[in-house]
């Protein structure tokens, strides 16, 4: 079965962006939640635990029609919680480093350039869900927002670094004002996971 990774830090070391309450309920309370609903939805097909869950999201028609919602919604959020932990660092925050820097200004014309455009994007993404940067097989970069916890990797997309824009993720520190939590957010992005993940996959 699929088991809650630790986070890679302490959970008041993204403070004062990202409060210890927020990181205390949102890893063990709502990650959690995602990941004992996504064991319960696999329990009728237990050879899928064999395979990690990106391959089982990026093929989900693969995945039995009475489990496949479950999957979706659930494993979707399992992914890219896991994720999301590697994507923020106490050591965050400046600007993309290495291949991704290149591709970032090739793709947007500069850091700024794109900054804008991701904070505009994830600030007014409408409802629960999540903004990415993501790359294509050609290595091509977008901006893209997934509703609830459809994941990019479903549409053939990797996910190079994103933010939770669902309530849970910002409501004890922020309450409603998202564009300060996305504002805060800057701070704490791991330039040096996303270029991880941009140029090895």
Do not use: C
């Amino acid at each position: 079965m699929f088991t809650l990774p630790n986070l890679p830090y302490a959970y008041n070391a993204l403070e004062p962006y990202i409060d210890e309450m927020t990181m205390k309920i949102h890893h063990d309370k709502h990650h959690q939640a995602y990941l004992d609903k996504f064991n319960t939805a696999l329990e009728k097909y237990p050879d899928f635990y064999k395979k990690p869950v990106e391959q089982i999201l990026a093929k989900l028609d693969s995945v039995l029609e009475d489990v496949r919602t479950a999957v979706k919604n659930h494993g979707g959020g399992h992914y890219h919680h896991s994720l999301f932990w590697e994507m923020m660092s106490p050591k965050g925050g400046g600007k993309p480093i290495g291949k991704l820097a290149e591709a970032i200004d090739k793709e947007f014309g500069s850091f700024e350039v794109f900054k804008e455009q991701f904070t505009k994007e994830a600030a007014g993404h409408f409802a629960s869900g999540w903004t990415w940067l993501v790359k294509d097989g050609k290595g091509k970069l977008s901006i893209l927002s997934t509703p609830n916890q459809d994941s990019p990797i479903s549409s053939g997309l990797m996910p190079i670094i994103g933010i939770d824009t669902w309530e849970h993720a910002y409501y004890l520190k922020y309450q409603n004002r998202r564009p300060e939590y996305v504002e805060a957010w800057w701070n704490v992005a791991n330039w040096e996971k996303a270029d991880e993940y941009y140029s090895s996959k």
